[in-house]
């Protein structure tokens, strides 16, 4: 089952809301992903959790909290956002270390900050 | 900087035709190559990877890559309608971090 879920579909929030964005994957993988894509651009990488820690962060705002409780599930805790945070915010998995890094994205959110 | 290029198109084919699309890295020390494709509103879904040099098929996709001259290609034989869509260029430059090019949009023409 190369699947990854994630939960909602759409959200829309004012920027004094906190919200949070959940991904769910059962492929067994040790590596899960957050990333950001703004119209007609390509994913741009937000966070990497590798074996449920954090392994990188590409210098992103601290309104965004990721958090990964367990290897199939993980989190972005959004507060205090922007208008220009409006994106679709993916999640991926892989295996982890020592592979090809094969990422599967899972459907997305589509956030609107208003 | 670690750079993957693609020309954003529109690359237009007729159906049934071949479509064509390449990528350009920088980084030498590249690891593995993706394709997605991505139809608009949607998520990217993983097509075809390659790690090594020369050709790899899976149905009407081919994958070509060529590491000496760093770069890598997307064939996609009997074009239908439904394969209009963008198409990512990816490529695992190491410590889990996928380069992705701007895309290469392509559009069908029954």
């Known amino acids: 089952d190369t699947e990854v879920t994630q939960t909602p579909k759409h959200l829309v929030m004012g920027m004094t809301n906190k919200k949070s964005l959940k991904c769910e994957q059962h492929?067994?993988?040790?590596?899960m992903y957050w990333y950001k894509q703004k119209a007609k651009k390509p994913p741009e990488l937000m966070f990497v959790y590798s074996y449920e820690k954090l392994s990188i962060n590409e210098s992103v705002p601290s309104r965004f909290s990721p958090e990964c409780p367990n290897s199939s599930l993980l989190n972005l805790h959004l507060h205090a956002l922007q208008p220009e945070d409006s994106a679709l915010y993916l999640c991926a998995s892989s295996q982890g270390k020592d592979s090809y890094n094969e990422q599967f994205f899972g459907p997305g959110t589509r956030l609107t900050v208003l | 900087q670690k750079e993957v290029e693609q020309n954003s198109g529109p690359l237009s084919v007729p159906e049934g035709a071949i479509a064509s699309l390449n990528c350009t890295y920088s980084?030498?020390?590249?690891?593995?190559f993706f394709w997605y494709r991505q139809y608009s509103g949607k998520s990217p879904e993983l097509i075809m990877f390659i790690y090594s040099n020369g050709d790899k098929e899976d149905g009407r996709f081919t994958a070509q890559l060529n590491k000496a001259s760093q770069y890598v290609s997307l064939l996609i034989r009997d074009s239908q309608p439904s394969d209009s869509a963008t198409y990512l260029c990816?490529?695992?430059?190491?410590?889990?971090?996928?380069?992705f090019g701007t895309g290469t949009r392509l559009l069908v023409s029954p």
């Open positions: 990816a490529v695992n430059t190491g410590f889990q971090k996928l380069v």
């Open positions: 492929m067994g993988h040790r590596a």
């Open positions: 980084d030498r020390g590249s690891q593995s």
